[in-house]
Every structure is written in C-alpha cells, then in structure tokens.
C-alpha cells in the first residue's frame, strides 16, 4: 500500500492542487496531512482526491472546529493535534511536531512509523528502528521547496517528491 503524506500546505491552492495531481498519480490508498492548512477555503480541492485524507492541526490553524466542519465536507477527517493511525499493519503517528507532549507521546509510543510537520524541511530517517518521516512543506514559502511524501507500507520505504 503506498501512503501520500503532505504538511504545511498553508493556505497555497495552486501546491495543493498540483500535490493533489501527484497523490493521484501514485495512486495512493491513503493520505496523511500533518497540518498547517490555515484557512477554511483550502478545503475545496481536497475533493477532488478518490481516497481518505487523515490530518491533524498544526500551530498556525487557529479555526479549529470550522476547519474540522468545512473538511469534513469534502470527506477529510481532522482529528485534532495528535492521532494514530493504523494502515496496512502498520501503527503510525501523526502530528504537526510544535507541541512537547505530542513528540513524547510520538516518541515513546511504540510506533512504527512517526509523521510529523512543522520545520517544513523534508527529511526520512530511522530512530531507534522507527522511520520518521517529515514530507517538508507544499507552500514553500520558507525553503522554496515544494515537497510531500510517500510511505510504501509494504517494504517499509518512504522517498521525498518534489513538485514542479
């Protein structure tokens, strides 16, 4: 099963949208946003994806409950700051990474794989055997990099996917 994941999407339709395209093109089973979407409005082009989006807050989504109504709508399911997952027999957290409490209850978890947001820079590592995986951020407002992420949960891999 391969897993689209994208962050720090904040508020740029035109990335969404082309991230949206990417996801389609995979053919992803599931995507996973770890926040920082912003406004309301960005929630129109997710319906346009043909699988189920998992996403939890990020620090700079201050309309939380709005924002869990208007995505709903269009068949996102926001569950908070902090929400497990379990996808392909795999546990994995997901959070946006600007709270404490959520990197130690990540950490300390026993998951398998950790999906986090916030620094907007791309990265996928192992720590202490878990893969961590960061898709960096969809605005590219802060690196000029336009990025999201892929976990194939069959083979325990994840690779970085620009977007142009």
């Not at 994806?49 to 201050?62: K, R």
């Amino acid at each position: 099963m391969i897993i689209g994941i994208i962050s720090d999407t904040h508020d740029n339709v035109p990335y969404i949208k082309k991230a949206i395209q990417r996801l389609k093109e995979e053919h992803v089973k599931l995507v996973l946003h770890a926040g920082d979407y912003i406004a309301p409005f960005t929630a129109k082009p997710y319906a346009e994806l043909d699988v189920s989006l998992i996403g939890v807050f990020g620090n700079n989504c201050a309309e939380t409950e709005l924002l869990q109504r208007v995505y709903a709508e269009v068949g996102c399911d926001l569950r908070g700051y902090f929400t497990e997952v379990k996808a392909d027999g795999l546990k994995i957290a997901l959070f946006h990474g600007h709270r404490k409490q959520d990197l130690d209850r990540a950490y300390g978890g026993g998951y398998d794989v950790i999906v986090r947001g916030h620094t907007h820079k791309s990265s996928i590592g192992l720590e202490n055997g878990v893969l961590v995986i960061n898709p960096g951020e969809v605005c590219g407002y802060l690196y000029g990099t336009n990025s999201i992420a892929f976990l194939d949960t069959e083979k325990r891999t994840a690779w970085i996917s620009e977007l142009s």
